[in-house]
């Protein structure tokens, strides 16, 4: 393959991603234009390496490494990570914002944003994104139990509170 040819390739590649990078690295760094820096600094470094990444097993998955791992970078700069412990309690969230976010899908979105990072990342990955379990724990570079051990217990956080926020904020044992 030539160098022409091997740099379509990777523009290819890399233009068929940028939405779901921005979702991924969004989905960590829970702020938009952050997300968006993050997305430019991944094009800018994978354009350096292409030859690393077209010549990796699985280029998508060596990009999606790089944005995460990019992302939480830029997390931690900016020295949020340990805010990202934050418990939502859909039982406290006042009138105004609960009949503004009545829609279960954007109460949904939100509950995801609260989760640890890693739950995070695999929920947007999993549900969002569609990967499948393996390609995930390959981006994450982490075993498969630990991808569905993550997976269940962020489905199992967001269906409690669900329930809850379903029951006006009453639990019901």
């Not at 233009?15 to 430019?40: C, F, K, N, P, W």
């Not at 700069?77 to 914002?97: A, C, I, P, Q």
């Not at 499948?132 to 993550?150: F, H, K, P």
Request: charged share 35%; with cysteine.
């Amino acid at each position: 393959m030539n160098i022409i040819d091997s740099e379509r390739e990777f523009i290819g590649l890399i233009t068929g991603l940028r939405d779901m990078l921005y979702r991924l690295a969004r989905s960590i760094v829970l702020d938009d234009q952050e997300a968006e820096d993050v997305v430019s600094d991944i094009f800018e470094r994978a354009w350096k390496m292409r030859d690393t990444v077209l010549a990796s097993s699985n280029p998508r998955a060596y990009i999606c490494r790089m944005a995460r791992n990019m992302a939480i970078d830029s997390l931690r700069r900016r020295k949020r990570h340990n805010e990202l412990s934050v418990t939502f309690d859909l039982g406290v969230v006042d009138v105004s914002k609960r009949l503004d976010a009545c829609d279960m899908v954007e109460i949904s979105k939100q509950l995801i944003d609260y989760l640890p990072e890693r739950q995070r990342t695999v929920v947007q990955l999993r549900d969002v994104e569609g990967y499948e379990i393996g390609e995930i724990a390959q981006i994450l570079e982490c075993e498969e139990s630990s991808v569905r051990m993550n997976l269940s217990r962020a489905r199992r956080y967001i269906r409690e509170q669900l329930l809850i926020y379903m029951n006006y904020g009453v639990e019901r044992n």
